[in-house]
Structure formats: structure tokens, C-alpha cells
Nanobody, 122 residues
Framework: VQLVESGGGLVQPGGSLRLSCAASGFTFSNYWMTWVRQAPGTGLEWVCSIYTDGRGTYYADSVKGRFAISRDNAKNTVYLQMNSLKSEDTALYYC????????????????WGQGTQVTVSS
């Protein structure tokens, strides 16, 4: 099983980034997919989730209206489009096969990637 995130980097406030998470080794289309993040010195924060067929999505209030999660089951990939980025979005972003509103720790359950760093700074 592998989840590999990509697309992170340094971006100025107000800018955009698109994260990708490529999955392999399990039946991707059977799983909720979730993005969570961890800022320096803080706990894990659930960001958003998408249902197996892509029809249901949930977002944390902190990103609602700025971030969009999507998935392509034919490519076994989940995406996170991040717009209007703020300094407080700076974090290590993980994709994981956990349910919405996840409150556990990294890799407590489900499958997890290694994370991709997003830094929002001028």
C-alpha cells in the first residue's frame, strides 16, 4: 500500500497550489479520502474529505470556500486545490484513508502518505 503526495511548495499569500495524492496497493474507489495537515508545533487538523464516488465532500470551516477536494478513481488519485492561501495554511499536508472529521493522530488508523510541505510566505 502506498499513498504519495506531491505538489507542495512555497507560495505567496493569496496564491494557489494543487496537491495530488497517488494511491496504489488497495482498492482506491472503496475508500473515503481525506486531507489532514499539521502546522509546526500544533496537533493534526482535519481539512477535508471526499466520498468514494466523489459526490460527497466535507470541509473544515477554516478552508471552506478556498479549498476544493476532488478525486479521479480511474487514476487512483485524490487532489486538493488550494486557493487564496494564507500564512496559517502553512503545514505538512497528508492524504489518508480516514473518515471525515478525523481526530486521531498520524497513522493511527487507515493508510497514510508521507506528507507534502506547504509554506505560505511573502
Amino acid at each position: 500500500v502506498q499513498l504519495v503526495e506531491s505538489g507542495g511548495g512555497l507560495v505567496q499569500p493569496g496564491g494557489s497550489l494543487r496537491l495530488s495524492c497517488a494511491a496504489s496497493g488497495f482498492t482506491f474507489s472503496n475508500y473515503w479520502m481525506t486531507w489532514v495537515r499539521q502546522a509546526p508545533g500544533t496537533g493534526l487538523e482535519w481539512v477535508c474529505s471526499i466520498y468514494t464516488d466523489g459526490r460527497g465532500t466535507y470541509y473544515a470551516d477554516s478552508v471552506k470556500g478556498r479549498f476544493a477536494i476532488s478525486r479521479d478513481n480511474a487514476k487512483n488519485t485524490v487532489y486538493l486545490q488550494m486557493n487564496s492561501l494564507k500564512s496559517e495554511d502553512t503545514a505538512l499536508y497528508y492524504c489518508a484513508t480516514v473518515l471525515p472529521f478525523y481526530r486521531g493522530g498520524v497513522a493511527d488508523s487507515g493508510y497514510w502518505g508521507q506528507g507534502t510541505q506547504v509554506t505560505v510566505s511573502s
